[in-house]
């Protein structure tokens, strides 16, 4: 079976700086995969090229044995690191914009998932707190049927009871089937859920293993290991 | 998928808009008042001429401030929803980049395109309510036979011909605008920094290229349009090439930069 993702000797270079250099790693199905590194690691660029917001430099990067486009888009459901809506807009009328443009969209759950947080669909995203359209971007991605969900820093702008909530939110809504690639510097909050990690280091891929191998030959958990990796 | 792009994009802009043409409603009113009072003034209050004169440039300005502000406005959305934080959004939609482009282009056109006959609409009322409607009368008595056959003689095109020339070289200029932003911001984006200074830098380079090019263009239609002249050929035969020189140098302005702008967005995005 051909892997979710396929990431072969990627490179992406801005002039001369080089923030991603030669990456290779695939992502199987039912994983979730902690993509980890210090700030300027490379972390949010690789996103970015795997959701065709910017072109590699050298590499192939395919998901479903396809390169970024179209079909690809259709399978990954994307939570950038920043607020991306339109802030005059109301809640239910991303939601509309949604569900007209990704068929796998469940409306409902987006409703639900609305209630559970008691976020008024009909109030405007400019009225509300930095944490609240963070949580409405997350329900946004999270209420898609996606193959690959894909989250850059999910939780750092929130407090840790939201935290708490959001990372209940990301493990009740996914199917096993999909795949979960987060980028956070809060490890310690998420290492629980990690099946497999990615460090990346000015660009370069330094470690790419499962978790329970970690554990059982590093004999230490994922934060400790990425303190002692990325000591300064 | 191009019906929901336009579906959406209309719903974006539509209420920006929807304020500017009640803008131009208003500035309507307060202009016919204005070329009434003027029409009408017996000299009498030397505070009302002052207050009509007032309402009438106020008119003018506001008709010209809207044509600006439509323009602006169109561009504004579309570095918004393309270059800046919401083109997250729009390049993460299952939809072809051109379809993108055309959808946010043919929305922007129209809109300008409707701005552009509710400004005529507004000078047609205006002269009704100033002047009366003597003048539409007078256009009827206008000879069009003789007017056209006038055209005919010294420009080489009849009168609905000329009019359809000035509405094809309008639509293409409105549009020709809007392309020349799109490439410039596209242009702009591929760099790391400073991305407004690159795009004005672009504009400025290829609004010198486009210049330059016309002016080569111009030169040698008016050359061999003279030559011709010298030989005694009919006026038809100078302007006609003149006109459709025209037309085709602007056409291929518009495929160089509708080209430009799609390629640079599908295979150079930069949303850094």
Redesign the interface.
Known sequence: MSALVSCKDLTKAYGKKIAVDHVSFEIEGGHIIGLLGPNGSGKTTLIKMLNGLLRPTSGQLLVHDQPIGVESKKVISYLPDQTYLNMNQKVEEVLQYFAAFYEDFDVSRAYHMLSDLQIDPKSRLKSMSKGTKEKVQLILVMSRKADLYVLDEPIAGVDPAARDYILRTILSNYDPAASILISTHLISDIENILDQVLFLQNGHLVLDKSVDDIRVQEGKSIDALFREVFKC | MLK?IL??EW??TAKFMGIVYLILAIATIMGCFGLHSLQTDSGESELLAIFSVILFSLYVVSIIGICIMTFIYQCYHYYQ?TYS?????T??????PITIFNGKLIMSFGWMLITGILSCLSVFILLVCGIGTEFITELFEVDWAQLSFEMQRSLGMSFPGFIAYMIVCMLLGLLSYLLFVYVCMAIGQLF?SNRVAFSVLAGFVIYVAMQIISSIVTVISGYRGYSAMLRGETPESVTTPLFAMSIVLSLIYIGAMYFGTYKITK??????
């Open positions: 929901k579906k959406f719903k974006h929803t934080v919401q083109g997250y959004l390049f993460t939609l299952p939809v072809k790391h295979d150079h995005l930069n949303l850094e």
